[in-house]
């Protein structure tokens, strides 16, 4: 008998829990040195509670109903579950806190595009350190972390979720039309960019600044000329390089167009990228704002790593990196990935 | 210099080949075997894929090619439909680098000429029958102007469905309203205009930044791409 699963997920069989599970074991090893506490919290929770992290195209997307009649969801991610605990069993806990978590959680799926609907994280939090120390910190935690499972191409982006919000703020692009331009930056639709710069008005130089300053990226020579308005987010961005051990710097690659697509972050944004994968296979950033909802007013970092996507990009790097290379090796054994 | 600085380019076959192939003859690209043998899917040479342009951003989004070049109408196909007004922004996660120029289409709102039988089929049975080879796009348009709509789903010809009474109305791509002519419709609203559009992977657009840098910088400074 064929008993069907929903797409997006799948059962794990031995091999698999076996590779999987060198990579979290090495990884649990890793925030365990730098002395992050693993927590477990439910999969459900009340989505009235939930609702105040304000998670934009990440929020979560399964709703059940309790015996009460109760609106019950599936957590889509761990940060906010954990500004929940810290609220509420850490009121008045000294900081920094750390804590990490392997946790699945769940999000809705485009049909046919690979995407998971449940999804095995591995992540930390950060809570009560400010930037740039904090900052620093995550991202040592981070490279770190790939470096212990064997990645050997990462590579690191960071952008600063600020500096466009100033950018529009400082060039005084009218309030209604900065949701539009976010958007479009949000998606890296540039085409959409300048056709909503154009609608909102907005020309010259100004326009030219919008457009431009988002697609610079590049090594730390981007932080030394940046216009005006984005001093302050560039600043900070070189604040947090400063404190970076060599080793993790040389993964940077500055990026001052990246703004993920969670709301909450409030400063630095990170991705992770690899040439064996087309998607970013972990992301994190800064949410100074996020314990403040959930009644703990702390400034917090933290990432997540996606196993699975991590275990593919290792997978696709035993076997030689790179797009063509990928398309060699389909064609020549007829097998696909 | 023989290959796009490194870079995979998916290139589309179809009506925006010619296009893209001359584009990238201008990049200082050898196209010579592209354009002579048309079964052929891998220029590994040059750096090219080819396939249907709706293919495209399928294989950008997964990172098989770093760039592509396809329609404004591919991508708005794609975006998923949410309905209800919703926000829907989420379409392939691939990045829209540049507006290239070429192909200019007009998606338009056909029927048969003479009295509109859409709108007859809206004042007397409050919903309109609609074929099309665009099912999302058609579908948001009627939602977006208020109009109750059927979506018939086709695969060529689209004008054909008009013509035999399947449907009163069509949403297609034109060029130059020719066929449309020969068919005996009309265009009734037009829609959106479209070209060919520059994608990137998003992966790709970090990692390869200088190259990729590099190659936008050039085709901006070909006459004819970002003036559309």
Do not use: W
């Amino acid at each position: 008998m064929i008993h069907p699963i929903p797409s997006g997920t799948r059962d794990v069989l031995p091999q698999e829990t076996g590779e999987v599970r060198a990579i979290t074991d090495t990884l649990r090893g890793v925030f365990d040195r730098h002395k992050y506490g693993e927590i477990y919290t439910p999969a459900l929770e009340y989505e009235s509670v939930l609702a105040r992290a304000d998670m934009a195209e990440a929020r979560p997307a399964y709703r059940v109903f309790d015996e009460t009649g109760t609106v019950l969801m599936l957590r889509s991610d761990m940060t906010a579950p954990i500004a929940r605990v810290v609220a509420t069993r850490y009121a008045d806990s000294e900081v920094p806190l750390r804590f990490c978590y392997f946790a699945h959680t769940y999000r809705g799926v485009r049909p046919q595009r690979g995407q998971l609907r449940e999804m095995l994280q591995a992540g930390i939090e950060l809570i009560g350190a400010p930037a740039p120390e904090g900052t620093a910190e995550a991202l040592t935690v981070l490279c770190d972390s790939l470096q212990a499972v064997g990645l050997k191409d990462f590579r690191i982006g960071v952008g600063d979720a600020s500096l466009f919000p100033a950018l529009m703020e400082s060039l005084q692009v009218s309030e209604d039309h900065r949701g539009g331009l976010l958007e479009a930056l949000v998606r890296r639709n540039f085409v959409a960019l300048e056709h909503r710069l154009h609608e909102a008005g907005v020309s010259g130089e100004a326009a030219e600044l919008l457009l431009e300053v988002p697609q610079r990226r590049g090594g730390p020579e981007l932080l030394t000329d940046a216009p005006a308005p984005a001093v302050e987010a560039v600043t900070g961005m070189r604040r947090v390089y400063e404190l970076l051990e060599e080793n993790v710097a040389a993964r940077v690659i500055f990026d001052l167009g990246l703004v993920r697509n969670i709301d909450y972050y409030t400063g630095a944004v990170f991705e992770v990228y690899d040439p064996a994968l087309g998607a970013p296979i972990g992301g994190g950033g800064r949410y100074d704002d996020l314990l403040g909802r959930f009644g703990r007013s702390l400034p917090a970092v933290g990432f997540a790593l996606y196993v699975d996507s991590l275990h593919q990009a290792l997978a696709g790097e035993e076997r030689g990196t790179g797009a063509l290379a990928e398309l060699r090796s389909v064609a020549s054994t007829g097998e696909p990935r | 210099m023989s290959t796009a600085n490194g870079l995979t380019i998916a290139v589309p076959r179809g009506a925006l080949f010619e296009g893209t192939v001359e584009l990238l003859s201008s990049l200082g690209i050898d196209t010579g075997e592209l354009r002579t043998n048309d079964r052929k899917l891998l220029f590994e040479d040059i750096g090219v894929v080819t396939m249907r342009p709706s293919d495209v951003p399928t294989y950008v989004e997964a990172g098989a090619a770093d760039i592509g070049v396809t329609g404004k109408d591919v991508l708005l196909e794609q975006l998923a439909h949410a309905g209800g007004g919703a926000s829907q922004s989420t379409g392939r996660d691939v990045y829209e680098l540049l507006d290239l120029g070429f192909g200019r289409c007009t998606m338009v709102l056909a029927s048969k000429a003479g009295p509109d039988p859409a709108l007859e089929s809206l004042r007397r049975l409050g919903v309109m029958r609609v074929a099309t080879k665009y099912p999302r796009i058609a579908a948001r348009y009627l939602e977006e102007t208020g109009r109750q709509g059927e979506i018939v789903e086709v695969k060529g010809s689209v004008e054909l469905a008009p013509l035999t009474g399947m449907v009163e109305a069509i949403v297609d791509l034109t060029a130059t309203g020719t066929t449309l002519r020969e068919n005996n419709l009309v265009v009734r609203e037009e829609l959106m205009v479209c070209t060919a559009r520059l994608i990137a992977n998003p992966v790709a657009h970090k990692l390869k930044a200088a190259r990729i840098d590099e190659l936008l910088e050039r085709l901006r400074g070909l006459p004819a791409a970002g003036k559309a």
